[in-house]
């Protein structure tokens, strides 16, 4: 395995660092330092967890443990797993400052050598970060040597199906048996009207080429649209909070004089909305010039844009 592969740590243990960092910042202005541990799993990636902080005496540019706090965190987690290749991780923070390894941190890291291999790892608020493997033996050979290497986030575990990957769906997936799916999912836009896209296929139908003058914009605008949907149909945000959304997005399209395309404001309820949404593309909260101009920038989503 390489060793960028090697080490990785939940999502909800990562965010547990940053807040540490970001309460002793918020409070005193300080660095915060603690303890994880390193367990292999089956497939013997090490994954970093049991985030702990622990008695400690910090200021603005340094952090320390104290001895006997950090003998108690090892045995404790020493007893629980009982693996003779777990590790240690020794974390600290920068809060504002850059990630990096200090004078103060390397002896640090050189206090935790031992006849294999250490870890270290340094944040800041950013959530900019160095993760250090330490190689102190290898194999019997007596070698020192330092490696910056990744530390995987493993994002937040279940399904989680996006707009964004709805709007892929449909335009890339044929179902053989599709008919009746496909009426559903663009039997509803925001006019109420039947769309024009699976009726008449597109190969069929000759059009005029229409200068698109707005085409720079239009995916970022999906894309905003689609975030809005997302943070909405999640319970992210209210109903009302997604509608100012929306309005927020189309004051910008005003600014920058957007006329082939406005964003239609949904007037349905919350449950109706939330339910229609379910099978609804950004682009279906937009409403085009003309039909002609729908087709186009349908068209050029489908299939990239070209000249
Ligand atoms: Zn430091």
């Not at 965010?15 to 660095?31: F, G, L, Q």
């Amino acid at each position: 395995m390489k060793l960028d592969k090697l080490f990785h740590i939940s999502e909800k243990d990562w965010y547990k660092v940053i807040s540490w960092a970001t309460i002793a910042y918020d409070k005193d202005k300080n660095e915060i330092s603690g303890l994880a541990t390193a367990v292999p799993d089956k497939d013997n990636r090490y994954i970093i967890s049991d985030i702990e902080i622990l008695k400690q005496s910090n200021s603005g540019s340094n952090t320390e443990l104290e001895a006997n706090s950090v003998t108690e965190y090892k045995m404790k987690y020493g007893m629980k797993y009982n693996n003779p290749k777990m590790k240690y991780v020794w974390w600290h923070s920068h809060h504002t400052m850059e990630a990096f390894w200090s004078g103060t941190d390397e002896n640090e890291i050189e206090a935790w050598k031992n006849n294999s291999f250490s870890l270290a790892l340094v944040v800041n608020l950013k959530q900019e970060y160095k993760f250090r493997v330490s190689l102190w033996k290898a194999s019997g050979l007596d070698i020192e040597e330092h490696y910056d290497t990744t530390l995987n986030i493993i994002r937040k575990d279940g399904v989680n199906v996006t707009e964004g990957m709805k709007r892929k769906y449909k335009e890339l997936c044929s179902n053989k048996s599709s008919y009746v799916q496909n009426q559903m999912v663009s039997h509803w836009n925001v006019k109420g009207n039947q769309r024009q896209l699976w009726d008449t296929p597109l190969y069929n139908t000759t059009f005029d080429k229409v200068a698109l003058k707005d085409k720079a914009y239009y995916s970022e605008i999906c894309e905003s649209i689609e975030e809005c949907m997302d943070e909405f149909i999640s319970g992210e945000i209210s109903l009302k909070k997604f509608k100012k959304g929306l309005k927020t997005i189309q004051s910008k399209m005003d600014k920058l004089k957007i006329t082939d395309y406005k964003i239609s404001i949904p007037l349905e309820s919350k449950e109706e909305l939330l339910n229609k949404l379910q099978y609804t593309f950004s682009t279906e909260l937009l409403e085009f010039k003309d039909k002609l101009h729908e087709r186009e920038y349908e068209r050029n989503e489908n299939h990239g844009w070209y000249n």
